[in-house]
Nanobody
Framework: VQLQASGGGSVQARGPLRLSCAAS????????MGWFRQAPGKEREFVAA????????YSVDSLKGRFTISRDNARNTVYLQMDSLSPEDTAVYYC??????????????????WGQGTQVTVSS
C-alpha cells in the first residue's frame, strides 16, 4: 500500500491550502481514509476522516467550517481542503488508510497504512 501526500507548503494566515493523498496498492472500497497532524513537540492528532464507500465523514468540532475532507473514487485520492489557516495549524500532515472496524476512525489504531507526511507552515 502506498499513500502519497502532497500539497503542503507555506501560506500566510487566513489563506487556504488543499492537501491530496493518492492511494495505491490495494482496493480501498472498505477503507477509512484519514488525515492526522503533528505539530512540533506535540502528539499526533486526528483531523478528519472519510469512508471510501459511503462517504461518511468524521471531523473535529474545533476545525469544522475550516477543514473539509472529500474523496475522488475514480482517482483513488482523498483531499483535505483547509481554509482560514492560522499559525496554530502549522504541522506535518499525514494521510492514513485502514479497513473498517480495525479501530476508531478518530484514533491512530484505526489505520494500518500511513503516508510520509507533508509540511504545512502558516505564518502570521
Amino acid at each position: 500500500v502506498q499513500l502519497q501526500a502532497s500539497g503542503g507548503g507555506s501560506v500566510q494566515a487566513r489563506g487556504p491550502l488543499r492537501l491530496s493523498c493518492a492511494a495505491s496498492g490495494r482496493t480501498f472500497s472498505n477503507d477509512i481514509m484519514g488525515w492526522f497532524r503533528q505539530a512540533p513537540g506535540k502528539e499526533r492528532e486526528f483531523v478528519a476522516a472519510i469512508g471510501w464507500k459511503g462517504g461518511m465523514t468524521y471531523s473535529v468540532d474545533s476545525l469544522k467550517g475550516r477543514f473539509t475532507i472529500s474523496r475522488d473514487n475514480a482517482r483513488n485520492t482523498v483531499y483535505l481542503q483547509m481554509d482560514s489557516l492560522s499559525p496554530e495549524d502549522t504541522a506535518v500532515y499525514y494521510c492514513a488508510a485502514g479497513r473498517y472496524g480495525l479501530g476508531s476512525p478518530r484514533r491512530s489504531n484505526g489505520y494500518d497504512s500511513w503516508g510520509q507526511g507533508t509540511q504545512v507552515t502558516v505564518s502570521s
